[in-house]
């Protein structure tokens, strides 16, 4: 009976690495606190790379409030599964999407977790997913350095990289550090740090004021040795396109806050590329 356990065990490890090894770069996105726009940017991300003819697949590990899916609009699919495994939802024609909500009954329902399940859902998600080949695996997490991104960490082979989004008040550089330190302890290198919620443009008077005060991402790179990846201000019109599922990089590509946001794009692919 052991034994048969362990050649599941070790047939599923060996799964995992063949999947993984069809995608090029994987990237986990983190932050010390929360709501402070790690699913913006991924799924921004995500789409932006997509649009421009990159295989992406989107993975929300964020088992508690998975959220990618109210981001994209996409709230009433669901994961299909055939013999190559659970199939990834849809979102576009180059854009694959896997997160929890895709298997709620009800999205009012809290998901109770103890802390052992996570790193089965966790490895599930991530190993029993037929991604197929892609050039980008982002992956979605929830805030701090808890159970889902170290079991992400830990499973996923070769890490291209993190990246770190941050608000721009000095009580980030505290955060960030933890997200910095955490990624150092795990060997996974740090793409960069975001600045988002970076100042905010009055879309009457069209000046701009600084509500979370500015520059303490970038402070906080520069202290903690790492790249500064740019700053997205705050923008109204993205809370409403996020709320109705738009990607506001997508639709609105004269605005300050998605200019910032290809200008990130570009250091993250530069990164990884000048890297692999
Ligand atoms: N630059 C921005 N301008 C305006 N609104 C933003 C910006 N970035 C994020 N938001 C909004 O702030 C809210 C929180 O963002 P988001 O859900 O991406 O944060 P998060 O870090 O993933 O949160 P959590 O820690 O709960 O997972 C969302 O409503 C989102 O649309
Ligand atoms: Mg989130």
């Not at 979605?140 to 941050?166: F, H, M, N, R």
Request: glycine share 10%; proline share 6%.
């Amino acid at each position: 009976m052991k034994q048969v356990m362990q050649a599941e065990k070790l047939d599923q490890e060996n799964r995992l690495k063949e999947r993984m090894a069809l995608i090029r770069h994987k990237l986990i996105v983190m932050s010390g606190k929360g709501g402070v726009g790690k699913t913006s940017v991924a799924v921004n991300l995500s789409y932006a790379l997509a649009l421009s003819h990159k295989k992406v697949g989107l993975l929300d590990t964020d088992l508690h409030g998975p959220n990618i899916a109210k981001m994209l609009g996409i709230e009433k699919e669901t994961l299909g599964s055939s013999a190559d495994g659970i199939e990834p939802v849809r979102v576009l024609p180059e854009l694959k999407a896997v997160s929890l909500a895709f298997t709620a009954q009800n999205p009012d329902t809290p998901i109770i977790w103890r802390g052992p399940l996570k790193a089965t859902a966790i490895k599930q998600l991530i190993g029993e997913v037929n991604w197929g080949t892609l050039d980008y695996l982002i992956i979605d997490s929830p805030p701090g350095t808890g159970d889902e991104p170290l079991s992400v960490c830990q499973l996923i082979p070769e890490i291209g990289g993190a990246v770190i989004v941050t608000t721009p008040q000095d009580i980030s550089i505290l955060d960030a550090r933890k997200s910095v330190l955490f990624a150092r302890q795990l060997h996974i290198p740090v793409i960069g740090i975001i600045e988002n919620m970076s100042g905010f443009i009055c879309p009457h008077c069209h000046k701009e004021t600084a509500i979370f005060k500015k520059g303490g991402g970038e402070k906080a790179a520069l202290e903690l040795g790492v790249p500064f990846l740019g700053r997205i201000p705050f923008d109204a019109e993205q809370v409403e396109l996020a709320d109705r599922g738009v990607p506001f990089v997508s639709f609105r590509k004269d605005t300050p806050s998605a200019k910032a946001f290809m200008e990130i794009q570009k250091g993250i692919e530069d990164f990884l590329e000048a890297h692999k």
